[in-house]
């Protein structure tokens, strides 16, 4: 099992290696407000290590809300870890149909826009336009 301080040091390890990770503030608003991380030495898993962001969490002194929490959970008790997100769905559903129908509307757009630039009108005279394509 590991010791207290063998806890902290590789709970201190692993959160430096997320931080140095440029993407790593971005995870809330990307969906990502779970990690998980196995723990163990001379090759045997001790515990899991996980990383989760509480967004109504606040450190004194900053000016940033959320931030993230751990605890720790023997293999044993993997399956039963809550699942930890946001309580804000991060896609607005009406915004991501009416791009989806402006993405649609862009496409017929260019489509027709094609088929008419290759399109020849002939006239004769006393005939209205006839099209060829």
């Known amino acids: 099992m590991l010791t207290d301080e063998e806890k902290h ?9 997320l931080y140095k990770d440029p993407a790593f ?7 990502v407000y779970q990690l998980m ?6 090759g045997k898993l001790e ?3 996980e990383l989760w962001y509480d967004p109504k969490g606040e450190k004194r002194g900053s000016k940033y809300k959320g931030m993230w929490k751990t605890e720790w ?5 993997i399956l039963n870890i809550p699942t930890r997100n ?8 009406e915004k991501l149909q009416h791009a989806i129908m402006k993405e649609h509307e862009e496409i ?3 489509s027709i826009a094609r088929q008419t630039g290759n ?11 006839k099209l060829i394509n």
């Open 9 to 17: 040091n590789a709970e201190v390890h692993v959160k430096l290696q």
């Open 25 to 31: 503030k971005f995870y809330p608003s990307i969906g």
């Open 37 to 42: 991380f196995p723990i163990g030495k001379e």
């Open 47 to 49: 515990l899991h290590l």
């Open 73 to 77: 959970y023997a293999p044993e008790d």
């Open 86 to 93: 946001s309580s804000k769905d991060i896609i607005d559903s």
């Open 108 to 110: 017929a757009r260019r």
């Open 119 to 129: 399109t020849i009108t002939l006239k004769k005279k006393g005939e209205s336009n």
